[in-house]
């Protein structure tokens, strides 16, 4: 536990170092080591780091925590309801604090594609090989702190050729008895031509004490590979998180994600990056933020251009009421070598109130010629004629201001090519809007 | 005015040109038909020096001197105008701007003095009428934000202005409704000349009624296969291309 | 037909057309900076005790900064200990007419082609001509004067008008804004000093011309232009360097004030020598530049075309504080070979109604790095603010960089922001279609270049837009094959 001391004293000094973790085999301790010195050298973050000059991640960190935590929780259906996407039909697979529930989950069986604790996948090849070797962690202190220390998380491999009958939902429970520092870890496989859907959903149980979230996804996509990676996060309010998500994407391979961030968690740090190591590759990463009272959300992401003829296409809209703090950082780095990339980028945001506010900068960063690039940025409020418009048609103000923002966001919904899901968004949307508006 | 020999031409490998012939004079309205992918725009890319056709075989002797020797400007300096099928767009550069350094350029290149502004802007006036073009488009952006009709009209216009001796117009009328249509042709006929020959590249035998051939060649594959007058324009608009297809692919297996 | 390799080695291997230096004796301060070196130029100004007082104070803030680090491109070792900093041609008496300047001087002047003469003065521009820091020359003084317009030298200016100085000096840029600006505090020799005062509409454009002749001196000149209400200023500055085999620092500071429904127009073409093909030497061009439109409805516009420095590092920024005020800034930044240029603009909404407008056209060639890096801020009174930034980046060949970092902060739901950029390379279909038409493709490129600059271009008042366009010309002609 911490509380004078600052929180990179207690990591570093105040906690037992990696060397204590049981790992099966311990075929990844060398990496854990590593990281740990890693994170040790980068410290932590402050508003004068230019990645975080926007989130002062330190004010989140003042609270005391403990790594230890509750590795399982009696979860009642009508919670794991909660977190479920109604009408979905879909593996489920549930999490508490990052630990697998074989007993609340329904795995796919017998197939090309498993889904197993991270701790009981330490041998295997695939997790040795990926490991921690995402370049872009390799400078971020958070993902760092989450190699050296995680918990346990999932490692979902799907074999060649590998494709499921439908999607699998993945519902990350987190709850803390007393403040916790939570640091699940989790690697995706997807083998040469294996298509899968995930979808992630996090519920937070207990708001008596903070569950701070330091989670890290890698996904490797091989040749020709595809998913469709839906990621909706909705929690408590008691809750911080920090997530990294790092994909690595061979020719051929498409992947598409999306992220949904809604009421009503005080901070969420998005870190999203896509290193293109082969060519002719597609990447799509959509995200919708909706923040009410203070939330303060941050999306960063990054693409990285390294191979030639390859697209990405990147929209991500913001809609801030009452008092939310957005932030958007998009970077596209073409290299020199990445010749007739195609990349595109665009943040949108809609200001629902005078004291919300945002930050934004995407960034160009290329030194190919023959490229196709851009980005571009706005905000401002829904325009007064159109709500106008509505009204004299009869619509009261808040519901045709709740319209006004379903249509903003219809851009993201609409690429949602799972029909429950597309509904489930639009609902959820609906109700913290309405919810802000009344408020 | 210009002998094509045996002309050979590939791009990335593929061959597109498979050994055209063809003889232009002085005076002359030569129209170049042909179906979809017959190698009717490759043509006018080979002649114009568009840098990613390489010639394999063959040779263009242009007023005496070999066409494919040259740099693109200077086919143009010599009097070969190509009427672009796509004209580009080239935005903060002034339609007024651009022809001005046109024109002077292949004057010097001539050793004539570049244009004074005044003599300059008489010019530009006159022709504008000569081949009815819209004023107000002279001193807009180099083809930006143009109708497609009024891209081709400012080919047309360019053409009016450098005064080449062998204009070839690559599809002018593709994309154009009647009015356009008519305003182009009336433009072309009022070019036309004893000194300068034309080159019509065309996939409608409706610009033909327009704008009246002294020879219409059909090319197919490659090749010139049919070289007729402008009956020929005709039979193949009520016939199509298939029979001339099967006539060649009977000389083929022959 | 030359491929694009040959052309570009070309243009790379282009000659500095202004690489000439001026033999005038120089009276120079010794190396090193330390508060001596302060006073030692304090005491050559014959300044007053005040002015004295605020340069040290600029020295205590500049000793406890450090240089930053957050510069896309690698920052060179400066050594500010090597240079001098202060040098004036040592014939140094009150100048009535051009005929007592130096012929060596107005000869370097012929060179430039600064427009210095009687022909010049016809087209009406007023040339305060800054020679290694210190004013030489002041022509059409006294057409100004009887508007009531004061247009001399800093150093005239700190002994003629000390209220004016003393009121308005440091208040845009401090002494302590940042370490390349209390250096200048510290240590600026001359400058440019402005005022129109209420209601006049300066007649002619305001215009000096920079330059860097001694070696190992850094240019730290200061101008400040105060337009008082409804009036009209436009202010042109142009600077060119001598080729040296050192790097050469130039840490100028401008500040501009608009009061209510006044307005300014500051125009540069920054043609300072960039090195050589390898990024030997060449000036390391760090300036600070902001304005504030502290009235209502007053206007600052900045426009710089930039082609020279071997690093061009700077944001001229522009603080909306009035209400309804308008701020702009257009730039060209042209790098090749070895260059790097950092550089955009801050727009600070800070009053209602406010509105700007950022036009960034970079052109990078060779093995250049050319970034633009802007940060547009509304704060929670500027109702109403709108913004609009376009950001366009052209690429000729494929060893260069171009990079686009806005910062964009909004505190306030009725603003509008808007950003937009562009990433190209010059078409091979836009190249042949020219080609067409006889015209070759060095001149095509200057062509579709200029056209692409031309937003810009066109803010320029027009003999200076002639110049600049030339600049784009010999600068990049034929870099694309």
Redesign the interface.
């Not at chain 3, 739901?413 to 937009?420: D, I, K, L, Q, R």
């Not at chain 3, 078409?427 to 836009?430: I, K």
């Not at chain 3, 042949?432 to 493709?441: A, M, S, V």
């Not at chain 3, 200029?450 to 937003?455: H, I, S």
């Given at each position: 536990m911490t509380s004078d001391k600052s929180f990179y004293e207690f990591i570093s000094n105040g906690v037992p170092g990696p060397e204590q973790k049981v790992d099966a085999d311990n075929a990844i301790m060398p990496a854990r080591k590593l990281a740990f010195s890693r994170f040790k050298e980068l410290g932590l973050p402050t508003i004068k780091t230019e990645e975080w000059r926007y989130t002062n991640v330190q004010r989140f960190l003042k609270d005391a925590f403990t790594l230890a935590q509750e590795e399982q929780a009696t979860v009642t259906p009508e919670q794991l309801k909660a977190a479920s996407i109604p009408q979905l039909d879909s593996y489920r697979v549930v999490l508490v604090n990052g630990r697998l529930q074989t007993d609340l989950s329904e795995l796919p069986a017998g197939g090309k594609i498993t889904v197993s604790k991270l701790s009981d996948a330490a041998g295997n090849a695939q997790l040795q090989a990926w490991f921690d070797k995402h370049p872009h962690l390799q400078s971020q202190p958070f993902a760092a702190l989450n190699a050296a220390l995680f918990a346990d998380g999932l490692f979902i491999e799907a074999g060649v050729n590998a494709t499921l009958d439908k999607p699998i939902q993945i519902i990350h429970v987190y709850t803390a008895s007393a403040n916790a520092f939570i640091q699940p870890r989790h690697l995706v496989v997807l083998h040469k031509s294996a298509t899968l859907e995930i979808i992630e959903s996090a519920v937070g149980l207990n708001d008596s004490a903070i569950a701070f979230v330091n989670a890290v996804t890698e996904v490797v996509l091989e040749e020709n590979a595809e998913l469709w990676h839906y990621n909706i996060q909705s929690t408590i309010k008691n809750s911080r998180h920090i997530y990294h998500t790092s994909a690595t994407q061979k020719a051929d391979s498409r992947y598409h994600h999306f992220n949904f961030t809604l009421p009503s968690a005080e901070l969420t740090r998005n870190n999203l990056s896509v290193a293109l190591t082969g060519s002719n590759t597609e990447t799509n990463l959509h995200g919708l933020y909706l923040a009410t009272g203070t939330q303060h959300v941050d999306n960063h992401t990054f693409v990285d251009h390294l191979v030639p003829n390859c697209n990405s296409n990147e929209l991500y809209k913001g809609v801030l009421l009452d008092d939310a703090n957005g932030v958007f950082t998009g970077k596209i780095h073409v290299h020199q070598d990445a010749q007739k990339t195609n990349a595109f980028q665009q943040n949108n945001n809609l200001l629902m109130s005078e004291k919300a506010n945002i930050n934004s900068q995407p960034q160009l960063e290329i030194y190919a010629d023959d490229v196709k690039c851009s980005h571009g940025f706005t905000v401002g409020r829904f325009s007064e004629e159109s709500l106008f418009y509505l009204r004299s048609r009869g619509i009261g103000e808040e519901a045709a201001k709740s319209l006004l923002v379903n249509a903003f966001a219809f851009d993201i919904t609409d690429q949602v090519h799972i029909p429950a899901l597309q509904d489930f968004l639009a609902e959820k949307i609906r109700q913290y809007v309405a919810g802000a508006i009344n408020n | 005015m210009l002998t094509i020999k045996n002309l050979h031409a590939e791009v990335d490998g593929k061959k597109i040109l498979k050994g055209i012939n063809l003889e232009i004079r002085k005076g002359e309205m030569h129209a170049i038909m042909g179906p979809n992918g017959s190698g009717k725009s490759s043509l006018s890319s080979v002649l114009a020096g568009r840098e990613n056709y390489t010639v394999t075989e063959g040779e263009v002797i242009f007023e005496g001197k070999n066409l494919l020797d040259l740099s693109p400007e200077d086919r143009a300096r010599e009097g070969l105008f190509l009427a672009f099928q796509y004209p580009v767009e080239i935005p903060g550069v002034s339609n007024l701007h651009f022809l001005k350094t046109a024109l002077n350029e292949i004057r010097t290149y001539h050793n004539l003095p570049p244009l004074e502004s005044k003599e300059f802007l008489k010019l530009t006036k006159e022709k504008q009428q000569l081949v009815d073009f819209n004023a107000n488009l002279m001193n807009r952006s180099l083809n930006e934000g143009f109708s497609g009709g009024e891209k081709k009209r400012n080919e047309v216009f360019q053409l009016a202005m450098l005064d080449p001796k062998l204009a070839i117009l690559d599809e002018t009328d593709s994309g154009l409704d009647i009015d356009a249509l008519r305003i182009v042709a009336a433009g072309v006929n009022k070019l036309r000349n004893a000194d300068k020959a034309f080159m019509v590249i065309t996939h409608y035998q409706r610009l033909l009624e327009y704008i009246v051939p002294d020879f219409v060649h059909v090319l197919y594959n490659g090749q010139i296969v049919k070289t007729g007058t402008k009956e020929l324009a005709l039979e193949l608009e009520e016939k199509g291309y298939d029979w001339l297809k099967e006539e060649v692919h009977q000389k083929e297996s022959v | 037909?030359r491929n694009s390799n040959e052309i570009i080695d070309d243009i790379a291997n282009r000659e500095y057309e202004f690489g000439f230096t001026t033999d005038i004796e120089m009276e120079m301060a010794p190396v090193g900076l330390n508060e001596d070196t302060i006073r030692f130029i304090s005491a050559k100004k014959e300044e007053p005790e005040w002015m004295l007082e605020w340069r040290l104070k600029g020295f205590q803030a500049f000793k406890k900064m450090q240089f930053p680090k957050?510069q896309h491109f690698e920052m060179p070792e400066l050594d500010l200990q090597k240079l001098s900093y202060y040098a004036a041609p040592k014939k140094k008496k009150q100048l009535g007419s051009l005929d007592e300047v130096d012929p060596e001087l107005l000869a370097t002047f012929e060179k430039l082609g600064i427009p210095i003469n009687e022909q010049k003065a016809l087209a009406g521009v007023a040339v305060d001509v800054v020679f290694d820091s210190v004013s030489v020359a002041t022509t059409f003084k006294a057409k100004l004067q009887e508007l009531g317009i004061i247009f001399c030298s800093f150093g005239e200016a700190v002994r003629n008008h000390p209220d004016l100085v003393k009121k308005y000096l440091g208040t845009v840029v401090p002494h302590s804004d940042n370490i390349f600006a209390a250096l200048n505090a510290a240590v600026f020799s001359d400058g440019s000093f402005v005022y129109i005062p209420k209601g006049v509409r300066c007649p002619m454009e305001l215009s000096t011309y920079f330059r860097i002749n001694a070696e190992n001196t850094g240019q730290f000149e200061r101008t400040l232009i105060i337009a008082d209400d409804n009036s009209y200023v436009s202010y042109l500055e142009g600077c060119t360097a001598p080729r040296r085999d050192e790097n050469q620092l130039h840490a100028a500071v401008v500040e501009l004030v608009a009061m209510d429904h006044a307005e300014i127009k500051y125009s540069t073409v920054q043609n300072w020598y960039p090195g050589d093909k390898d990024g030997n030497g060449g000036i390391y061009n760090f300036v600070t530049k902001r304005g504030i439109c502290k009235g209502k409805s007053s206007k600052i516009s900045w426009t710089q075309v930039e082609t020279g420095s071997a690093i061009t590092w700077k944001y001229p920024s522009v603080i909306l504080q009035g209400d309804d005020a308008e701020g702009e800034f257009y730039s060209v930044a042209v790098t090749r070979n070895k260059q790097i240029a950092d550089t955009g603009t801050k727009i600070y909404h800070l009053g209602r109604n406010t509105r700007s407008r950022i036009i960034s056209k970079g052109i990078s060639a060779g093995l250049s790095d050319n970034t633009y890096r802007g940060l547009v801020q509304v704060g929670?009174r500027a109702a109403n603010a709108r913004n609009f930034t376009q950001c366009d980046?052209l690429?000729?060949?494929?060893?260069?960089?171009?990079?686009?970092?806005?910062?964009?902060?909004?505190?306030?739901?009725?603003?509008?922001?808007?950003?937009?950029?562009?990433?190209?390379?010059i078409?091979?279909?836009?190249i042949?279609?020219?080609?067409?038409?006889?015209?070759?493709?060095e001149?095509a490129v200057a062509?579709?270049v200029?056209?692409?600059?031309?937003?810009v271009l066109n803010q320029l008042p027009m003999e200076f837009a002639v110049e600049a366009r030339k600049l784009l010309s010999i600068t990049l002609e034929g870099s694309v094959g």
């Open positions: - | - | 037909m957050w929670p980046s690429l000729i060949g494929d060893r260069c960089g171009a990079h686009t970092f806005p910062y964009i902060e909004s505190r306030n739901s009725t603003a509008t922001v808007e950003h937009e950029a562009t990433t190209s390379k078409g091979e279909d836009q042949f279609y020219l080609n067409q038409r006889g015209i070759e493709t001149k062509l579709i200029n056209g692409y600059a031309q937003e």
